[in-house]
């Protein structure tokens, strides 16, 4: 046996000091191998929504209510539709039952939803189910599940217990939480929780207590990444895209991020300024003195990044963005731009903060105020913590059960081929691409040297609106366009043509041989791009191998796609896109019982139920297995002692 084996075995032995433990745990393995296999929900472009992305999540993409019916078929569609709300939002529905039926009518919905707690423990093991229930209620919730039609009376004994002390509220919580977490075994989030909409950050909340989740970053995400680390590219556009829809109470309400001197200084840089082209792109509930102060703190945000973004351009010549300084382009007297040789009017021509002499230079105030702006980002607790989250379970792409995650596109030339991007002198394409990128991003965290560290930096705000970027995957980011110019031709946004070939079978086969993966028998899922249902265009591409999910959670795109976002679940009977309607309110889902009707698509539907041998994790399970094998043969053998 080789020195590295030994090594390993000796390490394994002190989780087994001996042969019976070793053999007990592979019994588990084996056991686990055996289970259905789990259910996957893939997500998308959830920008901000956390209701209508909560609700989801809580119900498993409707799979709650399949279990409610498992567990109670005699019961009628309005019992059904009660219960499964009460698995959704237990604490609040528990408060209404125990205020509309007291004590008694709270413990019957303990008692229901413990059965449907037991419905979904079954392809489960119970370690798993363990682990997902609190240390405070791990006794009394093991004997609920536990509970024979011999041992019921106990059982309800048991529950009308913790009510009459006052924790049927905490209970019901448990319970239903509980359910919710065994109906998900795995969540992938393929990029874009923040901007647009309303509340990020409680969508960040709610993945910091998900049991498994991993994040494929998307562009909004690179940017807040880069905002929190104080990379003043992404902080000016944080803080602009923020306030163009209305949300800059996101920084100061759910970040602590102090607003105020930028909007002292947007105040008076632009007392005199209509900020005729600033008009918010939505207004949530805004007084028209706080919508007439947030566009001028977005028209200011807009005109400190175009100076900041120059010299960013500056510093990293690679990146090839001389194209997007626009600012010394301006002709003053004749109220035009010329944007790549073309010369267009202007929407917009009041720029009290411009030296036209030095027109990328920031002023003293600007200076002030991004200064105070990078600070108050990095400063940010809540903020970090978030942060910390994406670096944690997140990555550029990840490979899981023969799907690509990715949250935009694998850059292409016209031709079909991979394209090759140059950045800091070397060449990438393809994987390479997205390596280079992923470790980039760590870096800006990490590194400790502080040129890789500020390169790192850069990338992140590089990755936002880089044409070589995987996560922009468009040919120029047309801000100053969208702003500054009525002349549509100017903003055009030229997609990578990644997303004109995603029928080509033979691009998606080069695609999946970069990644290392089996073109029979391997799928992209991702997002970033909204996709048309209402007019025809199918999520569904190159004949199921590629599956773009971004159906428009955020409101700001549903008149686009037509519905409220997609669904792509995967468990044991196959593969299924859901497309759902919006959510009418937290509030009535929780005190009606409304749900998010979604219409269900079979993309794959299997002759046997797939178990958990058929997944990754099953074959790092039977790897695991075979080293616990190797290691009862060495104890069989003296070459290790066994412990006690």
């Known amino acids: 046996m080789e020195r590295t084996e030994l090594a390993c075995l000796e390490a394994l032995a002190e989780l087994y000091p001996t042969a019976e433990e070793a053999a007990a745990e592979i019994a588990l393995l084996e056991g686990a191998l055996a289970l259905p296999r789990g ?16 609700h989801l999540l809580r119900n498993g993409s409707g799979a709650v209510r399949g279990l409610v019916a498992a567990a109670f078929p005699d019961l009628d569609a309005d019992g059904r539709a009660a219960l499964a709300c009460a698995v959704c939002y237990p604490a609040e529905k528990a408060e209404l039952v125990l205020a509309d039926g007291g004590e008694e009518a709270l413990a019957d919905l303990i008692e229901d939803l ?32 536990a509970a024979s039609p011999a041992k019921r009376p106990c059982a309800r004994a048991l529950i ?9 509220i905490a209970l019901a919580e448990t319970v239903g939480e509980l359910v919710q977490h065994l109906t998900v075994d795995r969540l992938h989030l393929v990029g874009d929780v923040y901007d647009r909409g309303p509340a990020p950050q409680a969508i960040m909340d709610e993945l910091l207590v998900c049991p498994s989740v991993d994040v494929q970053w998307g562009n909004h995400d690179i940017l807040w990444m880069g905002a929190a680390l104080g990379q003043p590219g992404s902080v000016a556009n944080v803080v602009r895209i923020c306030a163009r829809y209305g949300n800059l109470s996101i920084l100061e309400d759910a970040y602590g991020i102090n607003l105020r001197p930028l909007a002292t200084f947007a105040a008076e840089a632009y007392a005199d300024d209509p900020c005729a082209a600033f008009a918010l792109k939505g207004n949530p509930g805004l007084s028209e003195a706080e919508t007439r102060l947030t566009e001028q703190i977005q028209k200011a945000m807009a005109i400190i990044q175009f100076k900041v973004e ?49 027109p990328y230079r920031l002023t003293p105030g600007e200076e002030a105020v991004m200064e105070q702006l990078c600070a108050a980002f990095t400063g940010s607790e809540r903020l970090q913590r978030h942060m910390g989250f994406f670096l944690d379970h997140g990555s550029l792409y990840k490979i899981a059960n023969g799907n690509l995650l990715l949250h935009a596109c694998v850059p292409l030339a016209a031709d079909g081929s991979l394209l090759d991007v ?22 800006a965290y990490l590194a400790a040297d502080e040129a890789e560290r500020k390169r790192g930096l850069d990338m992140l705000w590089y990755l936002w609106l880089g044409p070589g970027s995987p996560l922009f995957a468009k040919s120029k980011m047309a801000t100053f366009e969208l702003y500054l110019i009525a002349d549509k ?23 999946f041989e970069d990644f290392g993966m089996d073109p029979t028998a391997s799928r992209i899922i991702c997002g970033h791009v909204p996709v048309k249902v209402k007019d025809g265009e199918d999520p569904v591409k190159a004949g199921g191998r590629v599956l773009c999910i971004d159906g428009g959670f955020s409101s700001a795109y549903q008149k686009t796609t037509g519905l409220a976002g997609f669904t792509l679940v995967s468990n044991a009977e196959g593969l299924f896109l859901d497309a759902n309607e919006p959510l ?37 399970l039977r790897a695991r297995a075979v080293e616990l094998t190797r290691l009862i043969e060495a104890y069989n053998s003296g070459l290790i002692a066994e412990g006690q």
């Open 39 to 54: 259910t996957e929900l893939f997500a998308s472009d959830i920008h901000g929504e956390y209701n209508a992305f909560s």
């Open 114 to 145: 413990a059965a449907v707690a037991l419905a979904a423990s079954e392809r489960h093991l119970l370690a798993e189910t363990d682990a997902l229930v609190p240390e405070d209620f791990a006794v009394l919730v093991q004997e609920l599940l």
């Open 160 to 168: 009308e217990g913790a009510v009459y002390a006052g924790a049927g």
């Open 310 to 358: 120059a010299r960013l351009i500056a510093e990293n010549p690679s990146f090839g963005l001389d194209d997007r300084n626009l600012l010394h382009r301006v002709d003053r007297e004749r109220g035009t731009v010329v944007v790549d040789g073309v010369e267009y009017e202007l929407t917009d021509t009041v720029f009290p903060t411009v030296d036209w002499d030095d």
């Open 422 to 443: 140059t950045l800091f002198g070397e060449t990438y394409r393809g994987k390479s691409l997205y390596d280079m990128v992923d470790a980039s991003v760590r870096a």
């Open 489 to 511: 031709a100017a903003r055009k946004e030229v997609k990578n043509p990644f997303y004109s070939l995603l029928d080509d079978g033979a691009v998606i086969d080069r695609i």
């Open 584 to 620: 009418a309110s937290r509030e009535a889902a929780i005190e009606a019982n409304a749900d998010i009707a979604a219409a269900r698509r079979v993309l794959a539907r299997y002759d046997e139920p797939r178990t958990v041998a058929d997944t990754d994790e099953g074959a790092a």
